[in-house]
């Protein structure tokens, strides 16, 4: 568990971390990549998987979120527009898409948590589910912390 600790310590120092002389892009994607190897440690650590399980679980989870992503990033591509100079027909438009979306969402979601349970437990599914949460807790108030410093 120490190991772990100091890993997920290390892991997120260098995400926060970063030299000036290196490109925003580049400092982003790196970034992104620690974010994710922290991710990993914490939520394998997390549903206890074994090493057979790992290997077969997290191309499936990255592939999961890839899919993910993409489609919130369709989602959100089409509206950057202030809402204040929406009519109330695209305001409408833009919430009915949000729900399919969410649909969508979900949808996918059930379609991976089956994949998911040929390689995993039930209970290491509900960690995994919960595990995410408090990563992403543990990220923001990191990133609070640091913004407050």
Known sequence: MKHYTLFLFLCCALVFGSTAAMAQDSRTHERRENVEAAKTAFLTDKMGLSAEQSQKFWPLYNEYEAKRRTLIKGYRSGYRQD???????EAKT???NMFVTKEKELELEKEYADKYLKIISYKQLIKLYRG?????????????KRASN
């Open 94 to 96: 833009r919430i009915d």
């Open 132 to 144: 995410e949460r408090d990563f992403t807790k543990m990220l923001l108030k990191r990133l609070d």
């Open 83 to 89: 809402v204040e100079e929406l009519s109330d027909q």
